[in-house]
């Protein structure tokens, strides 16, 4: 009769094992979703921001102060990040329409 007890205790902990499992995957489903999220956000605001740099770069000789400023700010870098060489980076995606945040 004691064997019952054993094996209803680990059943027990299946279930509870089970349940645990169930719910890391939502959460990583769920961090899925907040990446690709994330990820579109972050392309379509780079977008923006290169549209900018080559407005900036073709009127870099008439545009005056404004412009060089505006370019001093994209080209702005925070201790400890470096800027990824040309070849490294991969083009962004291809929008399929424009969307608006």
Do not use: H, W
């Not at 549209?51 to 900036?56: F, K, N």
């Not at 412009?67 to 001093?72: F, I, L, N, T």
């Not at 990040?81 to 969307?99: I, L, S, T, Y």
């Amino acid at each position: 009769a004691g064997g019952g007890g054993a094996r209803a205790a680990n059943g027990g902990g299946n279930m509870q094992a089970q349940q645990q499992m169930e719910d890391l995957n939502t959460q990583v489903i769920e961090m899925k979703l907040t990446v690709e999220g994330l990820e579109k956000e972050r392309d379509f605001y780079f977008g923006k921001l290169r549209d900018v740099e080559v407005m900036c770069q073709e009127n870099e000789s008439t545009g005056g102060d404004l412009v060089g400023k505006v370019m001093d700010i994209l080209y702005q870098t925070e201790d400890g990040f470096a800027v990824p060489d040309e070849e490294d980076v991969p083009p962004p995606p291809e929008e399929e329409g424009e969307e608006e945040y």
